[in-house]
């Protein structure tokens, strides 16, 4: 569940935009999940194919300036273009990294490669009668909105036709070497701390090219990681762990009922499928530890303590959830609580319990 949560936030999408609201749940479930322990190239597929990814960064009103579609609409006044916004996240955070080995024109290049990578159901004209009896908000490849012609991308030239162009192109991007270091220094900086150590990143990225990347061997890598295992807690926790771990040392079961949890993360700034920008949640410990942020972790834990039906002795639990770790001022804070609840909420919001 981590590493789905780990990919979703990866190639974020958010239901803040209207379009893409009700394809948020079916994105993470359709795209990421069925391909968490697979290899990174068919998640990547799946994910620039979803309804979601290209409704959320305009892939779907994207029209090839020479392709039949984009000439007939030139001569009747109307104007329609490129839109770069998903090429430019695919190469920028999807795959290569920021500042990295791609230029404006690859961007551009990518563009006019993906043009006609739209949804089904969508509008009038071209999409639709190129949608035929597709289920609306399904994949489509409309052929009038296609840029035709060779691509050139990082020095190399696909001169595949429709839709198998972006494919190809996709396919070089996901086993590329500049790939392999951007996705081993996310994992590294998600398991390991916020400034992953470089060794275990190389670790990872020479596992990458050497297997195509193929997930479950990354996963490999960090599992046998020493530098996941430090002796201390390397990583502060984002509001969705935090929350997760708190109902879990209440030793509660299910979730609270109706939009209750789905409030709290919005309290605390994680609201579900919402990161509001296509970089997605920040994965450091400066996002989620201002005072403001704290704050709000030391009412809801209030909250959850005087909710908590299940009898727990605040000093025992402590002593069984940080067992190497469990500092002598949390011991004092905990025991000098003025009652079980306040003991409780103290030991959810101790040193020990924000950090991972």
């Not at 920028?92 to 500042?99: D, I, Y």
């Not at 410990?285 to 303590?305: H, K, M, Q």
């Amino acid at each position: 569940e981590r590493l789905v949560h780990f990919w979703a936030n990866h190639f974020a999408v958010s239901a803040d935009k209207l379009t893409v609201t009700g394809f948020t749940g079916s994105f993470e479930f359709e795209a990421i999940r069925p391909h968490v322990l697979g290899s990174f190239g068919a998640m990547l597929q799946a994910v620039e194919r979803h309804a979601a990814m290209l409704l959320y960064l305009d892939q779907a009103q994207s029209v090839g300036p020479g392709s039949a579609a984009g000439i007939a609409a030139r001569r009747n006044g109307r104007s329609v273009g490129l839109n770069e916004n998903l090429a430019r996240e695919i190469l920028e955070l999807h795959t290569l990294g920021v500042r990295s080995v791609y230029t404006q024109q690859d961007v551009t290049e990518l563009a006019r490669a993906m043009t006609g990578w739209t949804v089904a159901g969508l509008g009038r004209g071209a999409g639709r009668r190129a949608a035929g009896r597709r289920t609306p908000g399904s994949f489509l490849f409309a052929e009038r909105l296609h840029e035709p012609g060779t691509r050139t991308l990082l020095g190399k030239s696909f001169a595949q036709r429709g839709e198998a162009q972006t494919t190809a192109i996709l396919d070089m991007l996901a086993i590329h070497p500049a790939t392999a270091r951007h996705i081993a220094t996310k994992l590294a900086r998600h398991f390991a701390g916020d400034q992953p150590p470089e060794a275990l990143v190389v670790r990872l990225e020479q596992r990458f090219l050497e297997t195509g990347g193929n997930l479950p061997e990354l996963y490999r890598v960090l599992i046998d990681a020493p530098e996941c295992w430090a002796p201390g807690p390397v990583k502060f926790r984002t509001p969705w762990e935090w929350t997760l771990g708190a109902y879990r040392a209440l030793g509660m079961r299910e979730a609270p009922p109706g939009r209750a949890l789905v409030n709290q993360f919005v309290q605390l700034g994680q609201p579900v499928w919402r990161p509001g920008a296509p970089a997605g949640y920040d994965d450091i410990a400066a996002s989620w530890n201002g005072p403001d942020a704290l704050l709000r972790r030391v009412e809801l834990a209030e909250r959850l303590a005087a909710r908590s039906r299940v009898p727990i002795n605040p000093r025992d639990r402590a002593a069984t959830l940080f067992p190497d770790a469990l500092s002598a001022a949390t011991q004092q804070a905990i025991a000098r609580a003025e009652s079980p609840g306040q003991a409780i909420a103290l030991m959810l919001v101790a040193p020990e319990f924000l950090r991972r």
